[in-house]
């Protein structure tokens, strides 16, 4: 009898299961997928069984409830303040960043004298005067777009820095021979060499403003997210805190997969 | 003039700049508040701040804030960097699971993890335990991620030669993976280290009971500026102290 039942287990259990294997092994993503939903799976578990309903909600709750995080007055408008922080931080970054970078990194003099301070003041935790930004700027969102601004022209400096400084001096000296103008050097060799750089700088300049804008918004905030964040937590209401941090994340991996795909794009005709 | 001169003397102007720029800084700050009158609220007197940190240094009132922010960023890192070891060297055993499990911690790394903030002090509350566990959460990514690539990436022609002169598993990891992997992993660990520092400082800044951060805040909302910079100085000091530190040491391990 067992036997026979083993017989028949195997018959129909392996096949499948053979499938089943090779299917994950010729596709990680699958696998991948199924860690997510596990982890899912012990989320939601441990918030029906484990743990105490005022400090976490199940995953299932969380995504039914999500209109709720949606009709809280305010939510709606915190989120464009928000958004509009993050889109003003980045523009200033940008444009800060790109024309600091040049200045400093087109002189070898200037690069030599400047970068030392560039480093130093991005080695400093911007965290710590945090209050400054405050006490300077308010606690509206000009002391957010300023405390972004502080941690994305960093990185966006130093990387414009190192793609102008990367170009092989070949190529300037063969367009400097070949007669070509300052103008001309700038146009044709050193600009198309930098934009890779600068794309990628633009990445993590987008990380360091998010990080930045967050960080303040979570420090204080009248009409920001960082409100409702403090608000959900002190009326503990994981429902809507978990809600609302999920969409900021969406956004958050929206933004930062926005510049990574414009650096991949622009930055191929190098790898081509 | 020769060469050798010449680059020197660069290398001094470049230095003058340097210190030039510095001077006409602390001499801006100082004018703006004799000169100017720039309220000492917002920007307090240089020499003003020079006292009080002399003060903070000479009283040793930064001692309890300064060990409970260290015990914190210790705790958070060997936190991290023993589960992310662990972890990175398990999945790096087989390129299948690294296929798996690498997209997904990227993933998650690029989500700014600092959100979560006020879900951690919902679960830990208030006090160090929520800043140690932000600390230990955000600063075991790179430590994983770096931890993957140094197992997961050594050449695999290294492998094949040191298995066909018939290595044994141990000394395999002993003379060919851990060699490859080191200078990775220490990277990871330099990083790890210095976001767990920006993370503690941070979430105590956002709200804590005790801590560096949270006497920044403290002051800030007292309005006391001077002591507040004095306070920031002394902090950049210590971080820019320890990330030197880190970073001698990486350097050092990865000869």
């Not at chain 1, 970078?101 to 002189?107: F, I, K, S, W």
């Not at chain 1, 400096?157 to 050097?185: D, F, Y």
């Not at chain 1, 990080?211 to 303040?216: D, E, K, N, Q």
């Given at each position: 009898?067992?036997?026979?039942?083993?017989?028949?287990?195997?018959?129909?259990?392996?096949?499948?299961?053979?499938?089943?294997?090779?299917?994950?092994?010729?596709?990680?993503?699958?696998?991948?997928?199924?860690?997510?939903?596990?982890?899912?799976?012990?989320?939601?578990?441990?918030?029906?069984?484990?743990?105490?309903?005022?400090?976490?909600?199940?995953?299932?709750?969380?995504?039914?409830?999500?209109?709720?995080?949606?009709?809280?007055?305010?939510?709606?408008?915190?989120?464009?303040?928000?958004?509009?922080?993050?889109?003003?931080?980045?523009?200033?970054?940008?444009?800060?960043?790109?024309?600091?970078?040049?200045?400093?990194?087109?002189?070898?003099?200037?690069?030599?004298?400047?970068?030392?301070?560039?480093?130093?003041?991005?080695?400093?935790?911007?965290?710590?005067?945090?209050?400054?930004?405050?006490?300077?700027?308010?606690?509206?969102?000009?002391?957010?777009?300023?405390?972004?601004?502080?941690?994305?022209?960093?990185?966006?400096?130093?990387?414009?820095?190192?793609?102008?400084?990367?170009?092989?001096?070949?190529?300037?000296?063969?367009?400097?021979?070949?007669?070509?103008?300052?103008?001309?050097?700038?146009?044709?060799?050193?600009?198309?060499?930098?934009?890779?750089?600068?794309?990628?700088?633009?990445?993590?300049?987008?990380?360091?403003?998010?990080?930045?804008?967050?960080?303040?918004?979570?420090?204080?905030?009248?009409?920001?997210?960082?409100?409702?964040?403090?608000?959900?937590?002190?009326?503990?209401?994981?429902?809507?805190?978990?809600?609302?941090?999920?969409?900021?994340?969406?956004?958050?991996?929206?933004?930062?997969?926005?510049?990574?795909?414009?650096?991949?794009?622009?930055?191929?005709?190098?790898?081509? | 003039?020769?060469?050798?001169?010449?680059?020197?003397?660069?290398?001094?102007?470049?230095?003058?700049?340097?210190?030039?720029?510095?001077?006409?800084?602390?001499?801006?700050?100082?004018?703006?508040?004799?000169?100017?009158?720039?309220?000492?609220?917002?920007?307090?007197?240089?020499?003003?701040?020079?006292?009080?940190?002399?003060?903070?240094?000479?009283?040793?009132?930064?001692?309890?804030?300064?060990?409970?922010?260290?015990?914190?960023?210790?705790?958070?890192?060997?936190?991290?960097?023993?589960?992310?070891?662990?972890?990175?060297?398990?999945?790096?055993?087989?390129?299948?699971?690294?296929?798996?499990?690498?997209?997904?911690?990227?993933?998650?790394?690029?989500?700014?993890?600092?959100?979560?903030?006020?879900?951690?002090?919902?679960?830990?509350?208030?006090?160090?335990?929520?800043?140690?566990?932000?600390?230990?959460?955000?600063?075991?990514?790179?430590?994983?991620?770096?931890?993957?690539?140094?197992?997961?990436?050594?050449?695999?022609?290294?492998?094949?030669?040191?298995?066909?002169?018939?290595?044994?598993?141990?000394?395999?990891?002993?003379?060919?993976?851990?060699?490859a992997a080191f200078p990775v992993i220490l990277t990871g660990l330099r990083i790890g280290f210095t976001i767990a520092l920006l993370s503690i400082l941070g979430s105590e800044t956002i709200a804590s009971l005790a801590g560096l951060g949270h006497r920044i805040v403290h002051l800030a909302e007292g309005m006391d500026t001077a002591r507040m910079f004095a306070y920031i100085a002394f902090v950049v000091a210590i971080a820019l102290f320890l990330n030197i530190t880190t970073s001698t040491l990486?350097?050092?391990?990865?000869?």
């Open positions: 009898m067992s036997h026979a039942l083993d017989m028949l287990q195997a018959q129909a259990g392996t096949p499948f299961g053979r499938r089943l294997k090779r299917g994950l092994l010729a596709h990680p993503g699958l696998a991948r997928l199924g860690v997510v939903i596990l982890l899912f799976g012990v989320w939601e578990l441990a918030a029906r069984f484990l743990v105490d309903k005022m400090f976490l909600s199940p995953p299932s709750s969380v995504f039914s409830q999500i209109h709720t995080v949606f009709q809280t007055p305010g939510v709606i408008a915190a989120l464009r303040i928000t958004a509009w922080e993050l889109a003003v931080a980045f523009a200033i970054s940008v444009a800060i960043g790109l024309v600091v970078g040049l200045a400093v990194g087109l002189h070898r003099f200037s690069n030599r004298s400047f970068m030392p301070i560039v480093l130093l003041l991005y080695g400093i935790p911007q965290i710590t005067i945090l209050p400054l930004f405050i006490l300077y700027f308010g606690i509206g969102p000009a002391s957010k777009i300023a405390f972004g601004v502080s941690h994305g022209i960093f990185p966006i400096i130093v990387t414009v820095v190192a793609g102008v400084q990367n170009i092989k001096p070949i190529l300037l000296t063969s367009a400097k021979s070949m007669g070509a103008s300052r103008r001309q050097i700038f146009r044709w060799v050193i600009f198309p060499h930098m934009v890779p750089s600068f794309f990628a700088g633009m990445r993590l300049g987008m990380t360091g403003v998010l990080l930045g804008v967050l960080l303040a918004e979570l420090y204080v905030s009248t009409a920001g997210i960082g409100y409702f964040t403090t608000l959900f937590t002190q009326s503990f209401n994981p429902t809507k805190l978990l809600g609302l941090i999920s969409v900021l994340a969406i956004m958050a991996m929206g933004l930062n997969e926005i510049v990574r795909r414009a650096e991949l794009r622009y930055s191929r005709w190098r790898t081509d | 003039m020769t060469v050798r001169s010449k680059r020197d003397w660069n290398r001094l102007a470049s230095r003058a700049v340097q210190a030039a720029f510095v001077i006409v800084l602390v001499g801006l700050w100082y004018l703006g508040t004799t000169r100017w009158r720039i309220s000492p609220i917002l920007l307090p007197n240089p020499v003003m701040v020079w006292h009080e940190l002399k003060d903070i240094l000479s009283t040793g009132e930064y001692i309890a804030d300064l060990r409970i922010t260290l015990t914190e960023l210790a705790i958070a890192f060997s936190r991290s960097s023993t589960a992310g070891i662990a972890l990175g060297y398990l999945i790096s055993r087989s390129r299948y699971s690294i296929r798996v499990f690498e997209p997904l911690l990227a993933g998650m790394y690029s989500v700014p993890i600092i959100l979560f903030l006020p879900l951690y002090i919902l679960f830990f509350g208030l006090g160090p335990a929520s800043k140690i566990a932000i600390g230990a959460t955000i600063s075991f990514f790179p430590i994983v991620l770096n931890t993957i690539a140094g197992f997961g990436y050594v050449d695999r022609i290294f492998i094949l030669s040191a298995r066909s002169m018939g290595a044994s598993d141990y000394q395999l990891f002993r003379w060919v993976l851990l060699p990486a350097a050092r391990g990865r000869r």
